[in-house]
């Protein structure tokens, strides 16, 4: 393989991190960090993997205000390691169960 060869990202849908959890696309989640404020709250647009490194690509829709429980508007992508979405202190936790589409 050329220096200059590059490789194209796997998608996916859904996928188990290595905690055990389902992450999937539509997925809504917020940041559990006790120090971050505002509290991002984000939405799961995409599952890509390269070279078996898996990363959700998350689009923040808010945060909340840690002091006065108002929301605060962000609109930006982040990318952010699947086995990092996981109900604990410095991790993320699930708000919302994504409804079925079918």
Known sequence: MSANATHSPISHTEVVN???TTVRVGQQWADNSPTRDPI???TIEAIEETYGHRQAICRITHGTDRTT???VPIDRVARIDVDRLHPVRT???QVAKETDLS
């Open 91 to 93: 991790g993320y936790r």
């Open 40 to 42: 991002r709250h984000l």
């Open 18 to 20: 290595k905690r055990g």
């Open 69 to 71: 429980g108002e929301q």
